[in-house]
């Protein structure tokens, strides 16, 4: 029996929803050595973590580290790592379900809005994110190995996956207007975002970031993803498809 090909379009929009979606990953560093505590692994050698994520505007990883974290030192003295992503929940057999693994390189963060988009989406992190052994990092993605579940696996280019960073920046500058806007003069709409577009329940509703492909919704301690109909690029794009999703919120079909 031949095998189905991948269609790479479905399969970049599936990695970006899981990049959009996951608020965890499995972190591979490579061994730096060094001494024999808890703090060096052994060099050469494969070491792998559980790590918080969020995901910036282009869909790229951020991280909150500890320097003093073996991960942490290990990236110092290599920055080349690979981050997997868990879409397999559900599923009777998680080898069934989607998963990506990101190869590239982490390296701190330049642009401080990426640390408080983290914090956004990990507000419990607040708690230690100002230690003076916590630094916010980034994921330059290089490549992208996706599996869709039997026989469906193949490599993605970044462009395949990630939003285009002109479109991303965009975005990045007017997020942190919309969302105080949305949330001050339009917290109805946000709430019937959530209860009539996503059909969930709850009723203190915020919303917490904006990217090209949609928004971010906090209910409680859950947050909630919301796609756009169409990417947005710009102040003009982006309120459009907000105005548009408040419609569709008040007047459903």
């Known amino acids: 029996m031949s ?9 970049g929009a599936t990695v970006r929803w ?7 990953a499995a972190l591979a560093t490579i061994g730096g050595g060094g001494d024999e505590s808890p703090y060096s ?8 973590a559980l790590t918080a994520v969020a995901a910036a505007w282009d869909g790229s990883p951020i991280l909150l580290l500890s320097q003093l974290a073996v991960h942490t030192r290990n990236l110092a003295a290599d920055s080349r790592t690979s981050l997997l992503f868990d879409g397999t929940a559900g599923f009777a057999n998680p080898q069934a379900g989607p998963r990506a693994s990101l190869v ?4 701190p963060a330049e642009d401080e809005r990426l640390g408080e988009r983290y914090l956004a989406y990990h507000p419990d992190a607040r708690l230690y994110a100002g230690f003076g052994d916590f630094a916010f990092y980034r994921m330059e993605v290089e490549n992208v190995h996706f599996v869709g579940g039997f026989a469906r696996a193949m490599w993605l280019a970044p462009r395949k996956v990630l939003s285009p960073k002109g479109k991303a920046a965009q975005i990045a500058e007017i997020e942190a207007g919309v969302i105080a806007h949305m949330n001050a003069d339009h917290a109805d709409a946000v709430a019937l975002y959530g209860t009539r577009l996503l059909g969930k329940r709850g009723k203190r509703w915020t919303m917490i970031g904006i990217d090209p492909d949609g928004c971010d919704l906090r209910c ?3 947050v909630h993803r919301l796609a756009f109909d169409q990417p ?7 309120r459009e498809a ?8 008040r007047n459903p079909v």
């Open 242 to 249: 907000i105005v548009a999703l408040a419609k569709k919120a």
């Open 232 to 238: 947005v690029e710009d102040a003009k794009s982006c």
């Open 220 to 222: 409680g301690k859950s």
């Open 18 to 24: 899981l990049l959009r979606t996951s608020r965890k």
């Open 104 to 107: 590239g390189r982490i390296a």
């Open 3 to 11: 095998r189905r090909p991948e269609n790479p379009v479905s399969a």
């Open 41 to 48: 692994s052994p060099r050469g050698y494969p070491a792998t």
